[in-house]
Nanobody, 125 residues
Framework: QVQLVESGGGLVGPGGSLRLSCAAS???????MGWFRQAPGKESEFVGT????????WYADFAKGRFTISRNDADHTVSLQMNSLKSEDTAVYFC???????????????????WGRGTQVTVRS
């Protein structure tokens, strides 16, 4: 069993930045950690993913150049740095973990094994 807890969400104005964190417990090694978001009335949307070993990352088109995923192996956390935020980035952001490599770069939520409850990000002036 893996537990994932997100933190760092909040209210920010357009053009602002936020840094989200995902703390993992129950397992210290995994294939990939991903970030997803879900806006009200919409399905979950892939944001990006980082490998469990090395620094390989993969981002959705809307995230490229604005969002950065990084990993801290010392405390088993994965962060999502979000810059130049827009109102359309408003959503619940949550992390998900893939324990095996059955999908090399998983971009759909069912391709992950566990996910957290999320943290709210609201972008408005």
């Amino acid at each position: 069993q893996v537990q994932l807890v997100e933190s760092g969400g909040g209210l920010v104005g357009p053009g602002g930045s936020l840094r989200l964190s995902c703390a993992a417990s129950g397992r210290t090694t995994w294939h990939r950690m991903g970030w997803f978001r879900q806006a009200p009335g919409k399905e979950s949307e892939f944001v990006g993913t980082i490998a469990g070993i090395g620094s390989g990352t993969w981002y959705a088109d809307f995230a490229k150049g604005r969002f950065t995923i990084s990993r801290n192996d010392a405390d088993h956390t994965v962060s999502l740095q979000m810059n130049s935020l827009k109102s359309e980035d408003t959503a619940v952001y949550f992390c998900a973990v893939s324990l095996t490599g059955r999908i090399l770069v998983p971009t759909k939520l069912p391709e992950y094994d566990y996910w957290g409850r999320g943290t709210q990000v609201t972008v408005r002036s």
